[in-house]
């Protein structure tokens, strides 16, 4: 099979761990019989420099046009200054909510080989933990009515958050379908005490888990959320939450992985395309030195695999391959931890990893 996948590498470390995932795709391709056809657009601080846009029409248009992407990161110091709507970040949005990508998957799991990584204590994480946030991508308080006005103390600005129930409904089927495949629990995530949203969020999950009665539902407000993921994580498989809880949330639940440069995540809409991203960012201060861990990108590439292009066992080859580099002691500089070896670099972590594929 041919599959074509547009390439936005970004700023910072985005170029180098993205030309670590095509490496990996090429050797996966290779054994497999599959043909991947990449083709790179600008986004965020490098279309900038060169277009003035952070999001140029022509990658929008070439992603559209694509089976997926596969996308670095965006943003840096030389582009904080930027306004509001032309920083990097806004690229981010706009390619977000132009390729319909409501629902974000940001799994949150344990690697056993680097449990001493993590800040929580041994005996909260010695069972280890398995948790898939999914979190509303296109809307609310991201993309609800937002500006300046006259206030009661003069000049004001102010942000709205808006879902509707369609909206509402269609993240919770994505969260329900997925819990159907792991361990059919639901935690759904509001502040339902305080925000009418959340009450209406509350109120259409309910609805929706009557749909899914092989499922075990259950709600929490998102302050005790923050706490419950640092005194007992793995009480939660699937979490899902409106686009700005879950912004918040799944940095919580990727530091305590002890492994932020390790985890991948996906953006998937209604159709076959999706939008594949580590979930750390472009990391400016080592842009170009080599100590970039590619793994989070290569197992973004592995979800697009699975999640895209059902190709779960190409999938699964990569994610054993990963899983066996680190076992065997493989450790780029973040993750050194106390393993004996020397860190190795981007590339020499690409290769070893593509030697398993
Ligand atoms: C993320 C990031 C983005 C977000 C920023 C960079 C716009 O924090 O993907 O989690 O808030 O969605
Ligand atoms: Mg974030």
């Given amino acids: 099979m041919e599959?074509?996948?547009?390439?936005l590498k970004g700023d910072g470390i985005g170029p180098e761990i993205v030309d670590s995932a095509v490496r990996i795709l090429e050797k996966t391709g290779a054994r497999y019989g599959h043909r991947f056809i990449f083709t790179p657009y600008m986004i965020g601080g490098a279309a900038i420099d060169e277009t003035g846009e952070p999001l140029p029409e022509e990658t929008v248009k070439g992603c559209l046009a694509?089976?997926?992407?596969?996308?670095?990161?965006?943003?840096?110091?030389?582009?904080?200054?930027?306004?509001?709507d032309r920083r990097?970040?806004?690229?981010?949005?706009?390619?977000?909510?132009?390729?319909?990508?409501?629902?974000?998957?940001?799994?949150?799991?344990?690697?056993?080989a680097l449990k001493g990584a993590s800040p929580l204590r041994e005996d909260i994480i010695s069972a280890g933990f398995d948790i898939?946030?999914?979190?509303?991508?296109?809307?609310?308080?991201?993309?609800?009515?937002?500006?300046?006005?006259?206030?009661k103390f003069g000049e004001e600005a102010?942000?709205?958050?808006?879902?509707?129930?369609?909206?509402?409904?269609?993240?919770?089927?994505?969260?329900?379908?997925?819990?159907?495949?792991r361990d059919r629990r639901v935690t759904s995530i509001d502040k339902a005490n305080v925000l009418e949203t959340s009450r209406l969020w509350r109120k259409t999950m309910h609805s929706l888990?009557?749909?899914?009665?092989?499922?075990?539902?259950?709600?929490?407000?998102?302050?005790?959320?923050?706490m419950q993921l640092v005194r007992n994580p793995k009480q939660f498989d699937v979490i899902v939450t409106s686009n700005m809880f879950g912004d918040i949330l799944s940095d919580e639940a990727?530091?305590?992985?002890?492994?932020?440069?390790?985890?991948?995540?996906?953006?998937?809409?209604?159709?076959?395309?999706?939008?594949?991203?580590p979930i750390h960012g472009s990391a400016p201060d080592i842009a170009g030195t080599g100590k970039a861990n590619p793994i989070a990108t290569i197992l973004s590439a592995a979800m697009m695999l699975r999640y895209s292009f059902g190709l779960s066992e190409e999938a699964d080859r990569i994610e054993n391959a990963v899983d066996s580099v680190l076992n065997e002691g493989a450790r780029t500089a973040d993750i050194l931890g106390s393993a004996s070896e020397?860190?190795?670099?981007?590339a020499e972590m690409t290769e070893r990893i593509a030697d398993k594929i």
């Fill in 3 to 7: 599959y074509r996948i547009a390439l």
């Fill in 66 to 84: 694509s089976d997926s992407v596969l996308l670095g990161a965006v943003g840096g110091p030389k582009w904080d200054d930027m306004p509001g």
């Fill in 88 to 112: 990097p970040e806004k690229a981010l949005l706009g390619i977000r909510y132009a390729l319909g990508l409501y629902a974000n998957l940001r799994p949150a799991k344990m690697f056993p």
């Fill in 132 to 151: 898939m946030i999914v979190r509303e991508l296109t809307g609310g308080i991201y993309f609800g009515d937002r500006g300046y006005r006259q206030g």
């Fill in 158 to 181: 102010y942000d709205t958050e808006a879902y509707s129930v369609r909206e509402i409904e269609r993240i919770g089927r994505a969260a329900f379908d997925i819990a159907m495949k």
């Fill in 209 to 226: 888990a009557g749909e899914y009665p092989e499922v075990t539902y259950s709600d929490m407000l998102v302050d005790n959320t923050a």
């Fill in 254 to 277: 990727s530091q305590i992985t002890g492994s932020i440069g390790m985890l991948a995540s996906a953006s998937l809409g209604d159709s076959t395309l999706g939008m594949y991203e």
């Fill in 342 to 346: 020397k860190p190795l670099s981007c």
